[in-house]
């Protein structure tokens, strides 16, 4: 089941009404939350069901033992439990046949007869997102950051939680869990702030990103017929796709969640606008960034020892942050050409200009420099992260140009502009203020025509195919 599927508008409008009409009841409002999220994970394939809810077993009672035990090499036991348990599921269905093919690949370079086994198995919609989830979980007891549930029902509720089951954000235990275990009072501006996400996101999603994935898919899918300015449109087509398709999910996630009370992660800020890599990071994905800073980068060291180990940990955890996205070698050569970008900004600009304050013209010059600057290596990445191969992506990034226009381009750049513009204005707008939540605050005067222009832009222009999510895949 899809945000943007009337399927979905149905079920949240059962699932909604049903939230307000047990309002007084907490424990039941929280099953109410509990049944749908079951019935929202299964409507994709319901013998997932087993792995979410294998997953949640393990880690409450793994967090349960850690905590009640004062023995160390206990603690580390149950904790290699969970987190064995939760990689070991990761793996097998997310990365068996990678492996299994680079392996037979290799072998068979080196001279040795090897056969490709492969298994025919389904990818788990959201494994990625749930598993890091979970583990944070496991990983925040042991380290007596927590202290674990003891409702079970409650544990259940966060692990499926379905606003940000299958694409995030990636949420702590300490800023959800506390959240089903209290009533929820929903208030106005959580209304208002809600309706204009919703909107947003759904206008982000089916009017920019579908529409512009058409464009996307045709150069990408047949990148040798492309060459100079139509490369460089279908290229910048893919950049606008994946950022509306990705953080318009996370705005209804978040939207729908504010609808009942909740409040989930900021998962975007602008992240087009950053200055260097690390301040992209800080605005992209950032439940993910958060989650391997917290978890892989400052347990590696971090930047405590030395330079050198500092580029190390910055490389391996973006490493392994681009092959957290797929197993497919396009992703682990974008992990490591982040990893490689990041160590290069660090040393060679170690006093990051959006950090700085910006008093005169210049100083705002020099950081509109940066800004498009980083946004030109971004697109670089998305051309990795998007290709089928490293041929592809060659090919890409040696033909692209502003030459070879035709009347098929101008008709491609005027559209493009049409369904980026409002994106663009908004944003700044965004930017300026330094509140993305700026619209939603306006006198409802005010709102009401920015609110039907989006909602006529989504009826009028959006795609009217259901399309999944990209991420979605990871």
């Given at each position: 089941?899809?945000?943007?599927?009337?399927?979905?508008?149905?079920?949240?409008?059962?699932?909604?009404?049903?939230?307000?009409?047990?309002?007084?009841?907490?424990?039941?409002?929280n099953l109410v939350l509990l049944v749908a999220s079951y019935v929202f994970y299964g409507f994709w394939d319901w013998r997932f069901l087993s792995l979410l809810f294998a997953s949640t077993v393990i880690d409450f009672f793994a967090g349960r033992a850690?905590?009640?035990?004062?023995?160390?090499?206990?603690?580390?036991?149950?904790?290699?439990?969970?987190?064995?348990?939760?990689?070991?599921?990761?793996?097998?269905?997310?990365?068996?046949?990678?492996?299994?093919?680079?392996?037979?690949?290799?072998?068979?370079?080196?001279?040795?007869?090897?056969?490709?086994?492969?298994?025919?198995?389904?990818?788990?919609?959201?494994?990625?997102?749930?598993?890091?989830?979970?583990?944070?979980?496991?990983?925040?007891?042991?380290?007596?950051?927590?202290?674990?549930?003891?409702?079970?029902?409650?544990?259940?509720l966060f692990v499926s939680f379905f606003p940000h089951l299958v694409a995030g954000p990636i949420m702590r235990a300490t800023a959800l869990l506390p959240q089903f275990t209290r009533k929820r009072h929903i208030r106005v501006d959580q209304v208002n702030a809600g309706l204009?996400?919703?909107?947003?996101?759904?206008?982000?999603?089916?009017?920019?990103?579908?529409?512009?994935?058409?464009?996307?898919?045709?150069?990408?899918?047949?990148?040798?017929?492309?060459?100079g300015m139509d490369l460089l449109l279908g290229i910048l087509a893919f950049t606008f796709q994946i950022y509306g398709d990705f953080s318009g999910y996370t705005d209804i996630a978040r939207g729908i969640s504010k609808l009942m009370g909740f409040e989930l992660n900021l998962n975007f800020n602008l992240p087009y606008l950053a200055a260097n890599p690390s301040d992209f990071w800080e605005r992209w994905h950032i439940s993910l960034s958060s989650w391997l800073r917290d978890y892989l980068y400052i347990p590696l060291g971090g930047n405590r020892c030395g330079s050198v180990r500092t580029y190390r940990n910055?490389?391996?955890?973006?490493?392994?942050?681009?092959?957290?996205?797929?197993?497919?070698?396009?992703?682990?050569?974008?992990?490591?050409?982040?990893?490689?970008i990041l160590c290069a900004f660090r040393r060679l600009d170690p006093?990051?200009?959006?950090?700085?304050?910006?008093?005169?013209?210049?100083?705002?010059?020099?950081?509109?420099?940066?800004?498009?600057?980083?946004?030109?290596?971004?697109?670089?990445?998305?051309?990795?992260?998007?290709?089928?191969?490293?041929?592809?992506?060659?090919?890409?990034?040696?033909?692209?140009g502003f030459g070879d226009r035709s009347w098929t381009t101008v008709s491609t750049l005027w559209r493009m502009m049409v369904l980026i513009s409002p994106l663009l204005l908004v944003q700044g707008y965004q930017y300026f203020s330094k509140d993305l939540l700026i619209l939603s605050?306006?006198?409802?005067?005010?709102?009401?025509?920015?609110?039907?222009?989006?909602?006529?832009?989504?009826?009028?222009?959006?795609?009217?195919?259901?399309?999944e999510f990209i991420y979605f895949q990871f």
């Open positions: 089941m899809i945000f943007n599927s009337w399927v979905f508008l149905a079920f949240f409008s059962i699932v909604y009404t049903l939230y307000l009409l047990t309002r007084r009841h907490l424990r039941l409002q850690m905590a009640a035990s004062q023995d160390e090499r206990r603690r580390r036991l149950f904790l290699a439990v969970s987190m064995s348990a939760n990689l070991g599921m990761l793996g097998f269905f997310k990365y068996f046949n990678f492996f299994a093919e680079s392996t037979t690949a290799l072998l068979n370079a080196l001279g040795m007869q090897a056969d490709f086994i492969t298994l025919n198995i389904l990818l788990p919609a959201g494994i990625s997102f749930y598993t890091f989830q979970t583990m944070s979980y496991g990983i925040d007891i042991y380290r007596r950051k927590l202290q674990p549930t003891q409702r079970f029902l409650d544990f259940m204009f996400l919703i909107l947003w996101g759904y206008f982000k999603k089916v009017v920019v990103a579908d529409n512009l994935a058409v464009t996307a898919n045709n150069v990408f899918n047949n990148y040798q017929n492309y060459q910055l490389f391996l955890t973006m490493l392994l942050g681009g092959l957290w996205h797929g197993a497919a070698w396009n992703f682990v050569v974008w992990g490591a050409y982040h990893g490689l006093y990051p200009e959006h950090l700085r304050e910006h008093r005169t013209v210049g100083d705002s010059l020099r950081l509109a420099a940066k800004v498009a600057f980083m946004f030109m290596l971004t697109v670089i990445g998305w051309v990795i992260f998007r290709s089928g191969s490293l041929e592809q992506i060659a090919y890409m990034l040696t033909h692209v605050k306006w006198k409802p005067l005010a709102r009401v025509p920015v609110y039907a222009f989006l909602l006529l832009a989504i009826i009028l222009l959006g795609s009217r195919q259901t399309t």
